[in-house]
T-cell receptor
Framework: SAVISQKPSRDICQRGTSLTIQCQVD?????MFWYRQQPGQSLTLIAT?????????ESGFVIDKFPISRPNLTFSTLTVSNMSPEDSSIYLC???????????FGQGTRLTVV | SQQGEEDPQALSIQEGENATMNCSYK?????LQWYRQNSGRGLVHLIL?????REKHSGRLRVTLDTSKKSSSLLITASRAADTASYFC???????????FGTGTRLTIIP
């Protein structure tokens, strides 16, 4: 399984600011995804990070609010822009190395917006 | 939106007993995966079962899949205090590698 390093592990941010979360994998992976887990809830997919092109967003998520980069096969960033308290969640990076295979997750970033 | 439901939502058992969690989903799937999450941290992958499989084992874990009923179960045998966590099922559809998560089961093992 891939080793996934996600930074920061947690942060407390002021409303109106932005936070960039990094996801680094120790090996090349085919697919990378970003999920959100709101307090006490399950996980919801934000977007698929595409290498060298724009991310593919799920319904309810837009690029202006959650810009994503994926410059290569081992690294991706998610930015949470113009934050409000409703953005307080755990954000998780996930990777897959092939079709119909396991998806592995980073340790998550616990974001609190005040 | 969630693909499926898990039940029970919460489960408390004595250490040493077996714990069973169920997951139901709505559409045809390529595979179903189970995860554990401790105290709001990252997800630990437990087991993947593909649509052409009916049962898989890994240590104290046993997973079944019934595609006709669109349901899966996770059995943890001889539970330990360290098994206390939230457990999630997640499904992947054919031709789509994105995961859709169930609502989760909060498992508490009482020492």
């Amino acid at each position: 399984s891939a080793v996934i390093s996600q930074k920061p592990s947690r942060d407390i941010c002021q409303r109106g600011t932005s936070l960039t979360i990094q996801c680094q994998v120790d090996s090349q992976v085919t697919m990378m995804f970003w999920y959100r887990q709101q307090p006490g809830q399950s996980l919801t997919l934000i977007a698929t990070a595409n290498q060298g092109s724009e991310a593919t967003y799920e319904s309810g998520f837009v690029i202006d609010k959650f810009p994503i980069s994926r410059p290569n096969l081992t690294f991706s960033t998610l930015t949470v822009s113009n934050m409000s308290p409703e953005d307080s969640s755990i954000y998780l990076c996930s990777v897959k190395q092939g079709m119909n295979t396991e998806a592995f997750f980073g340790q998550g970033t616990r974001l609190t917006v005040v | 939106s969630q693909q499926g439901e898990e039940d029970p939502q919460a489960l408390s058992i004595q250490e040493g007993e077996n714990a069973t969690m169920n997951c139901s989903y709505k559409t045809s799937i390529n595979n179903l995966q189970w995860y554990r999450q401790n105290s709001g941290r990252g997800l630990v992958h437990l087991i993947l079962i593909r649509s052409n499989e009916r049962e898989k084992h890994s240590g104290r874990l046993r997973v079944t899949l019934d595609t006709s009923k669109k349901s899966s179960s996770l059995l943890i045998t001889a539970s330990r205090a360290a098994d206390t966590a939230s457990y999630f099922c997640a499904t992947a559809n054919f031709g789509n590698e994105k995961l859709t998560f169930g609502t989760g089961t909060r498992l508490t093992i009482i020492p």
